[in-house]
């Protein structure tokens, strides 16, 4: 099993520009997680979908950060316009969703995408 | 909410010795708790999770952890620590209720393994 599959693994851009970070879940999974991880925060998480449908997005930091998951092989999360204070590595994570609780199935991460804006 | 406390941010042992990541958290409901590694440049990897049952659950790698619910800890532990066991720990948790599927991470332990 190939695995979370994230792109690009780095990305280098300027303040004001749209990033567009890119996640290919574990086949068969139901359940996608975005976070992001810098070194005062941690790792937060910003939105999580359930059969591609977004249950969750309050962590999302505000209204320039915006996610989708058009299919369930597939989701982007989009930074428009990036700002320095975004700089950090984003995390794509999936899992089984079972009936008792999806925190009963393991998360299994991506790469990660580490995202810098100057 | 949810919170967890990793009480010491960075760990230097010497290989073959013994190590012990702690951690805590807060939660006056069931809870389900893990703990991630993450070597450098990579994602995280489940090392092992307590969701009910037997208090020391055994995880890849050798580690193994056990559940204290009176101390409110779940402490990490490995006998005999490895060069290659170098990484930054993360304890996690999540409730059982409604938004379970929300993990809440610790701030992470730099394990530093020397030789």
């Known amino acids: 099993d190939a695995g979370v599959i994230q792109s690009p693994r780095h990305e280098v851009t300027e303040m004001g520009q749209e990033v567009t970070l890119r996640c290919k879940p574990i086949?068969?999974?139901?359940?996608l997680f975005w976070y992001r991880q810098t070194m005062m925060r941690g790792l937060e998480l910003l939105i999580y979908?359930?059969?591609?449908?977004?249950?969750?997005d309050s962590g999302m930091p505000e209204d320039r950060f915006s996610a989708k998951m058009p299919n369930a092989s597939f989701s982007t999360l989009k930074i428009q316009p990036s700002e320095p204070r975004d700089s950090a590595v984003y995390f794509c994570?999936?899992?089984?969703?079972?009936?008792?609780?999806?925190?009963?199935?393991?998360?299994?991460f991506g790469p990660g995408t580490r995202l810098t804006v100057l | 909410a949810q919170s967890v406390t990793q009480l010491d941010s960075q760990v230097p042992v010497f290989e073959e010795a013994p190590v012990e990541l702690r951690c805590n958290y807060s939660?006056?409901?069931?809870?389900?708790l893990f703990w991630y590694v993450q070597y450098p440049n990579q994602g995280l990897q489940l090392l092992l999770k307590?969701?009910?049952?037997?208090?020391l659950v055994k995880g890849i790698n050798g580690f193994e952890a056990e559940f204290n619910k009176s101390q409110t800890s779940f402490h990490l532990r490995k006998p005999s620590v490895h060069i290659s066991d170098t990484a930054e720990y993360f304890c996690?948790?999540?409730?059982?209720?409604?938004?379970?599927?929300?993990?809440?991470f610790g701030k992470g332990t730099l394990l530093t393994v020397n030789p």
């Open positions: 996690a948790a999540a409730g059982s209720g409604g938004s379970n599927y929300k993990l809440t």
């Open positions: 086949s068969g999974h139901n359940s």
């Open positions: 994570a999936s899992s089984a969703y079972g009936t008792s609780g999806a925190s009963t199935d393991t998360q299994y």
């Open positions: 979908f359930n059969n591609n449908v977004p249950i969750d």
């Open positions: 307590y969701l009910s049952g037997s208090t």
């Open positions: 939660s006056s409901v069931s809870v389900y």
